[in-house]
């Protein structure tokens, strides 16, 4: 329960829209106004409760729904680019480990 001068926030997200690590990583960008705490609905839903600390200002409040709606659609591009990326980025590691290897047609010095 919060105290007097804390505010809470609580909402659902459907997980089939937002999933649960994209979830984790916007509200981490809160954790410095807000105390965060996610939990399971049901099987796709989230429950998203956010208890703005002490101190913080009060116009605070009405700013962080909208500031999480948008970090949320930030956090799900990030993944579906990382998801497309994922070949060519092991791709390019994989070569820059190869191209570290020294070469086998190079003697070794005594």
Do not use: W
């Not at 997980?15 to 690590?21: D, G, H, N």
């Not at 996610?38 to 409760?49: F, G, N």
Request: glycine share 2%; hydrophobic share 45%; aromatic share 6%.
């Amino acid at each position: 329960m919060p105290a007097a001068d804390q505010t809470e926030i609580a909402f659902d997200l459907d997980e089939s829209l937002y999933p649960l690590e994209a979830v984790q990583n916007a509200v981490y960008v809160f954790t410095d106004r807000a105390y965060v705490r996610v939990e399971r609905s049901d099987a796709q839903r989230l429950k998203v409760i956010m208890t703005v600390k002490a101190g913080a200002a009060a116009s605070i409040y009405g700013a962080l729904k909208g500031e999480l709606d948008n970090e949320l659609l930030h956090q799900v591009l990030r993944q579906r680019i990382s998801t497309s990326n994922q070949k060519i980025r092991e791709f390019i590691v994989t070569k820059a480990l190869v191209s570290a290897q020294p070469s086998a047609s190079v003697p070794a010095s005594a």
